[in-house]
């Protein structure tokens, strides 16, 4: 019998650093969300905690450090228990909450608008409670190595915390997001743990800027194309125009992509501590690669079910010795098939595209994330212990009623 | 004892890696099936475990394809990694489903989810928007109003400035007449404002604050004036129980409970719009009902036929309103075939009616789109 325990592919030089890998198939995705979408849409959604569970345990498994996976022990009957809890307790808020600052509206300002506002703006601090508890569960639910990750509960201070940042970030025109993003992430990586050891965030939210430079510079030419536009001609602001509008997205990308390199690579664990080499570009071609690909393929399902269906309708008028067809009969929209089929491509439409989105984008960005990560500092590892579990009992059903939109 | 739950142990052994679940070390182990415990040992330099066959289980859904992670049933901690699927055939119930521990509690929140939604969309809602809606002032109520018809004028309409109104003098003052027979009928006359729209849409309705839109479609397709005042009627009966305003507030308070049931899935907003319909619906049916027979209290008095609205009925019947079976559960007006039955049933023995506008009168209402502007004199 061979003694070959599974061990990591190509294990590192230096034993002290651990590397990270992805070794999911796209295929083997493709067909579990594909499978998990499809009961989701039959059972009017109510798969979608066991979908969610499922997705998550491939996910987490699939990102190994060191040859050692993640592991998702998240159970979707708490999930759904706690989606049922949070709906108790939103029903009433939301029901009666909008009911009166309807009437109130009505009332004072003769106008639905205030009321749609009120209520939008109320929901903003549950929905920042919801997105840090729906984080605490998630940690609760994650191991490695056998051990749990943890999140202090803290959700209200999060949520105070978002609000007042979002505002600085509101009235500085966008100049103050680093400070948001910086100290919203310190807030959340400050209670986090991994078994007995605490995580600190280190840095300072100014190092963060230099991720924002080709977001400030598509922000430049976005207002230089606006001022030209109004002083000269319009034909002059063409090319800062062009300029703003392809820079901008690459800038948000870039944002996103460095700063959580600078926030990864300043987080400590006792001395563990993580490296990170991502691509801003390679991200962005995922993006822009993913959503053309699943646009391009989608616009040619349903232009080929549009087809069809009008053969088909060509066909029937045929066999009752009509040889005319009308089109019109198609835009009518009481037709029992037309309905039916109408029904049937909206949820497959639907359902392709969450399907694709998890396989062509969500998938590869966390591929090229997951290559990329080092930890460093590994000898620190053994001497750390398991914590108690994190009951939560109302999962992250908060998020859920609120379509939060975690993606995975 | 049964073969096919206990196959035979093989004599080979396994290499894995075991987790304790304290440690964060992998524990290299030897495992084994021990055919006479029915069990599977795990033997590490410091430890032997013994997990019974029928205790473990499979960790599902894992993208590795190739390696097998197991764990003892009822334990939620300790793990064992092995590189290959060899030993899968030697555990029965590697892929039995965990039990619902939680089973009565889940009962019990799921009653309650869908009780306090229940409650707070068909009873809570409901009833303080009843009571509220006597407490906006009528300055308010009909500026609602207005905002509401402008956006059902935009709506209707690939205009920007939306579908015209109908304003021809004559036609005008013919509305004007039949709304004062109407009106003089009444005990206590509430504030209308009414509209013709220039729109082929056979309908009317009745907005916030006293705005009644009638459409040409309507006027086009009565055939005689009474018809139209029996609609007109009907529309004054919602205004005085002030239905309007109570549905804009009920659909204010519910739309957004409804809301999170559905989350994210399937795009949400279809599925929560259809909802929203069928209690609309609900709603409505009631109402519906009530602005009928104050319709024909109305008409009866006024010297018109209530059975003018069931010649209307009829009409709107013959040009397709009439849906039976699921669909007819997302309409907010009941079944047609009845409302006819007592519309007719309302007229008194021995009625006589009285003429309620001349040859002339009629044919200037018919003709009020002659003339259309993107404001109306009557607001």
């Known amino acids: 019998m061979p003694d070959a325990a599974p061990a990591p592919p190509t294990p590192p030089a230096n034993p002290n650093v651990l590397a990270g890998e992805f070794v999911g198939l796209r295929r083997h995705l493709f067909w579990l969300a594909f499978k998990t979408g499809i009961l989701t849409v039959l059972t009017l959604g109510f798969y979608r905690f066991w979908m969610k569970t499922r997705l998550r345990?491939?996910?987490?498994?699939?990102?190994?450090?060191?040859?050692i996976p993640l592991e998702?022990?998240?159970d979707p009957i708490e999930k759904l228990l706690g989606f049922l809890v949070a709906v108790v307790i939103l029903a009433f808020y939301i029901g009666v909450v909008n009911l009166l600052l309807m009437f109130a509206s009505f009332a004072l300002f003769q106008g639905n608008f205030a009321a749609y506002l009120l209520s939008f703006l109320g929901v903003i601090p549950i929905w920042f409670y919801a997105q840090y508890r729906a984080r605490r569960y998630v940690l609760a639910r994650t191991r490695w190595r056998g051990l749990r990750f943890g999140l202090e509960p803290a959700a209200w201070g999060y949520a105070w915390r978002s609000l007042l940042y979002w505002g600085l970030t509101l009235v500085s025109a966008g100049l103050l997001w680093p400070l948001?993003?910086?100290?919203?992430?310190?807030?959340?990586?400050?209670?986090?743990?991994?078994?007995?050891?605490r995580l600190t965030q280190g840095g300072r939210w100014t190092m963060l800027y230099p991720s924002a430079k080709w977001l400030f510079i598509g922000i430049v030419a976005g207002l230089a194309t606006a001022v030209i536009a109004f002083s000269s001609s319009p034909d002059n602001a063409l090319l800062p125009g062009l300029a703003a509008i392809l820079v901008l997205p690459f800038g948000l990308v870039y944002y996103r992509v460095d700063s959580l390199r600078r926030l990864t690579e300043t987080k400590k664990m006792q001395e563990i501590t993580l490296k990170m080499r991502p691509s801003s570009l390679r991200v962005f071609g995922i993006y822009v690669g993913g959503y053309l690909f699943a646009?391009?393929?989608?616009?040619?399902?349903?232009?080929?079910?549009?087809?069809v269906t009008?053969?088909?309708?060509?066909?029937?008028?045929?066999?009752?010795?009509?040889?005319?067809?009308?089109?019109?009969?198609?835009?009518?929209?009481?037709h029992p098939v037309l309905i039916a089929i109408g029904v049937a491509t909206y949820f497959a439409v639907f359902l392709l595209w969450s399907v694709l989105m998890q396989t062509y984008v969500t998938m590869p960005i966390m591929r090229h994330y997951a290559s990329v990560l080092e930890l460093h500092g590994a000898d620190n590892i053994k001497d750390i212990r398991q914590r108690p579990r994190d009951e939560h009992i109302e999962a992250e059903g908060f998020a859920e009623a609120l379509d939060v939109g975690a993606s995975i | 004892m049964s073969d096919a739950l206990f196959p035979p142990a093989r004599r080979d052994h396994h290499t894995g890696r075991f987790f304790d679940g304290i440690v964060p070390m992998p524990i290299k182990a030897e495992v084994w099936v021990d055919a006479s415990q029915r069990a599977l040992i795990i033997e590490t330099t410091d430890i032997t475990e013994t997990w019974p066959l029928l205790d473990v289980r499979l960790i599902p859904d894992q993208a590795d394809k190739a390696r097998l992670v197991l764990r003892l049933h009822g334990d939620p901690l300790r793990r064992l990694v092995l590189p290959d699927h060899r030993l899968l055939p030697d555990l029965p119930h590697a892929t039995r489903r965990a039990p619902v521990i939680q089973r009565s509690k889940l009962f019990v929140w799921a009653a309650a989810a869908v009780a306090s939604v229940g409650l707070i969309a068909f009873v809570l809602v409901p009833l303080m928007a009843d009571q509220l809606a006597e407490f906006i002032p009528p300055e308010g109520e009909h500026a609602l109003g207005e905002v509401t018809l402008e956006q059902i004028r935009g709506a209707l309409s690939e205009n920007v400035d939306g579908v015209h109104f109908c304003t021809k003098a004559p036609g005008r003052s013919a509305l004007d007449q039949m709304q004062n027979r109407l009106t003089q009928a009444m005990d206590a006359p509430p504030q209308l404002t009414v509209h013709v729209l220039d729109h082929p849409m056979v309908n009317a309705f009745a907005l916030p604050g006293g705005h009644i839109v009638l459409f040409?479609?309507?006027?086009?397709?009565?055939?005689?004036?009474?018809?139209?005042?029996?609609?007109?009627?009907?529309?004054?009966?919602?205004?005085?129980?002030?239905?309007?305003?109570?549905?804009?507030?009920?659909?204010?308070?519910?739309i957004g409970v409804l809301g999170l049931l559905f989350g994210d899935f399937a795009g949400g907003a279809m599925m929560l719009l259809l909802t929203e319909q069928l209690i609309a619906a609900q709603y409505s049916r009631d109402a519906e009902a009530q602005a009928?027979?104050?319709?024909?209290?109305?008409?009866?008095r006024a010297g018109i036929s209530p059975a003018e609205l069931a010649d209307m009925f009829e009409r709107f019947r013959s040009l397709g309103g009439e849906i039976s079976g699921i669909e007819a559960h997302f309409m907010s007006h009941p079944a047609l075939g009845d409302r006819i039955a007592q519309a007719r049933a309302a007229v008194p023995t021995g009625f006589e009616s009285r003429a309620l506008l001349s040859q002339s009168q009629w044919a200037d209402?018919?003709?009020i789109c002659d003339q259309t502007s993107t404001f109306d004199q009557a607001q």
């Open chain 1, 57 to 67: 345990r491939w996910y987490w498994s699939a990102i190994r450090i060191g040859g």
């Open chain 2, 365 to 367: 209402l018919q003709t």
């Open chain 1, 72 to 74: 998702y022990v998240g």
């Open chain 1, 180 to 197: 948001m993003t910086f100290r919203l992430e310190k807030y959340k990586t400050d209670r986090t743990s991994w078994g007995t050891a």
């Open chain 2, 216 to 254: 040409k479609g309507l006027i086009d397709k009565a055939a005689d004036p009474e018809e139209i005042a029996a609609v007109f009627a009907h529309e004054i009966g919602h205004v005085v129980s002030r239905d309007p305003t109570r549905h804009a507030l009920r659909s204010a308070g519910s």
């Open chain 2, 292 to 300: 009928d027979v104050f319709a024909y209290q109305v008409l009866q």
């Open chain 1, 295 to 307: 646009g391009i393929l989608l616009g040619l399902i349903m232009g080929l079910v549009f087809f």
């Open chain 1, 310 to 334: 009008i053969g088909a309708f060509l066909g029937t008028a045929e066999n009752f010795g009509t040889d005319t067809f009308d089109p019109e009969i198609l835009f009518q929209g009481n």
